[in-house]
């Protein structure tokens, strides 16, 4: 009996899991791009919609934070000529 009820709540979690990724499937997608190894992060989907509502928005608010650092000095008077001839080159 046990075994029995061990198997219906594997199979009721997979039907967890597998509507979660139908019905979220655009963030999914979007938190996977986002990730170095292009993977969910452990237990994500395990925590259903909530979970990876909090991951997106957790990336996407590292990614505005990051986006002042990511650009490249143009202006500076620090840099090289060597470094300004390239830009003006591209």
């Known amino acids: 009996m046990e075994v029995l ?3 219906v709540k594997v199979v009721a979690r997979m039907n967890r899991i597998f509507k979660t990724l139908r019905s979220n499937q655009e963030e999914i997608l979007a938190i996977k791009k986002m990730t170095p190894d292009n993977k969910l992060p452990l237990y994500t989907l395990m925590g259903g919609s909530n979970a990876i509502h ?3 928005q957790k990336f996407h608010t590292q990614k505005i934070s990051d986006y002042k650092n990511e650009g490249f000095p143009t202006n500076s008077r620090r840099l090289s000529t060597k470094t300004m001839n390239k830009l003006n080159m591209s």
């Open 5 to 7: 009820r061990a198997k």
């Open 54 to 56: 909090a991951e997106w």
